[in-house]
């Protein structure tokens, strides 16, 4: 796979996960099909491709969705502050190597406790925002999440919003190792988005 379709796809994870972590924080839930393939994005730390990080094409489809929306229409304010925020964490979070090493044992610990469970089992989901909240959530900036309190305050939404910055900081990382730059990225908007469309249609087709 070419670096632009790497770069699109793992820019798909970061937006999808910045619309997830929206929909979850004002209305307390969010497409499952993309949640799954978002928190189990998190759990494949040594995947062979983009795509299979995602389990798939379809797995980033709200994501490629949201390119188009977020870069080529309408964008949404509160989730485009998600989407930078997440971008400028992935540069302190590489300097931490001791950061990184926390991240990988709290993901593999996930792991194992997601094997014979769904994906978005609360245990499960309470490890990854256990590690978000030890790992990332002490870098700057700081990603301050806005919604309706009385989601907000529900320890398993918390920890579900949590879950879904960790993924989408995982995507950012991917989308630096595939040459991403958020430079690149202000000059070749119009061939992400055009790109983004295509992968659309590949879903459309059946592709995977």
């Known amino acids: 796979m070419n670096n632009i379709d790497n770069r699109v796809i793992s820019l798909a994870g970061v937006l999808q996960a ?18 799954e393939a978002s928190i189990g994005s998190v759990l494949k730390l040594d995947a062979d491709s983009t795509r299979e990080v995602f389990g798939g094409l379809s797995g980033v489809e709200t994501g490629l969705r949201q390119i188009e929306t ?67 959530s002490t870098l700057s900036p700081r990603i301050m999440v806005t919604g309706e309190p009385n989601q907000l305050n529900r320890p398993e939404i918390a920890n579900r919003i949590r879950a879904l ?15 991403g730059s958020r430079l690149k990225l202000l000059f070749q908007a119009r061939r992400t988005v055009a790109r983004a469309h295509e992968l659309l249609a590949e879903i459309g087709r059946g592709a995977t």
């Not at 910045?18 to 949640?35: C, E, S, W």
């Not at 709290?106 to 499960?124: I, K, Y």
């Open 165 to 179: 910055l960790l993924a989408g900081v995982r995507a950012a990382v991917l989308w630096r190792q595939a040459g």
């Open 70 to 136: 977020q870069i080529g229409r309408e964008r949404d304010p509160l989730e485009q502050r998600y989407v930078i925020n997440l971008l400028q964490l992935e540069p302190p979070l590489r300097a931490r190597p001791d950061l990184l090493e926390r991240i990988r044992s709290g993901v593999s610990q996930a792991a194992e406790l997601a094997e014979g469970r769904p994906l978005t089992d609360p245990e499960v989901l309470a490890c990854l925002a256990e590690t978000y909240t030890e790992t990332v």
């Open 18 to 35: 910045a619309h997830l972590v929206n929909r979850t924080a004002q209305h307390g839930m969010a497409d499952q099909a993309a949640l």
